[in-house]
């Protein structure tokens, strides 16, 4: 089989960029939606929202898993923005 002519082959992995981009903003969306979950029942038992420890563990495991490209200084970046996000966006801890 051969491979796609060049204008053909960018159609194809924009196409897949795209799909995947998609993806991401539906992960990221029902996290919000799990940890507006997780908030209510933090309030309703009178818990703090956040736990440094469970972020410091979020990392530790998103360190062991990743297997790159994403260098550890980008998966931290990344996931600094994502608690960033979902605080922003759920409003911050009491």
Do not use: C, H, Y
């Not at 530790?60 to 990743?66: A, C, D, K, V």
């Not at 980008?74 to 996931?79: A, E, N, S, T, Y």
């Amino acid at each position: 089989m051969t491979e796609p002519a060049a204008p053909d082959r960018f159609a194809v992995l924009r196409g897949e960029i795209a799909a995947n981009d998609r993806l991401v903003v539906e992960a990221v969306n029902k996290r919000l939606r799990l940890v507006a979950e997780l908030w209510r029942l933090k309030d309703e038992q009178g818990t703090e929202r956040l736990d440094p420890d469970r972020e410091r563990r979020l990392r530790e495991e998103l360190r062991g898993t990743n297997r790159g490209p994403l260098s550890a200084s980008g998966l931290d970046r990344l996931v600094t923005e994502l608690l960033d996000l979902t605080k922003r966006e759920l409003g911050r801890a009491r």
